[in-house]
């Protein structure tokens, strides 16, 4: 893990110093997320198959939580494979 000092601009801009974006593979343009947890502000590089398997996935928690609201739920095969209790669970 690379550390290093930087500060913001008045413009509200922040420099990720060379060292950090080269352990990160950071390249010009790259996209973020910007988040503030707390205080701590955490950015995220953002690519389109990340960002799509994310949505996927929030989509499937959504789906869980309703089902659990409603009390449903999905019976499994101890004999099932990983894949088929996860194709299971998320149909």
């Not at 590089?45 to 994310?54: H, I, K």
């Given at each position: 893990m690379e550390v290093a000092l930087t500060k913001i601009s008045p413009n509200g801009q922040i420099v990720i110093p060379v060292e950090v974006r080269r352990d990160a593979r950071i390249k010009p343009h790259s996209k973020f997320l910007v988040f503030n947890k707390g205080g701590n502000i955490l950015l995220k590089?953002?690519?389109?198959?990340?960002?799509?398997?994310?949505m996927d996935l929030l989509v499937k928690i959504g789906k869980s939580e309703e089902q659990i609201k409603t009390g449903s739920?999905?019976?499994a095969d101890t004999k099932m494979s990983l894949e088929e209790i996860d194709d299971l669970l998320t149909s």
């Open positions: 590089p953002v690519d389109t198959t990340t960002l799509s398997n994310e739920f999905i019976k």
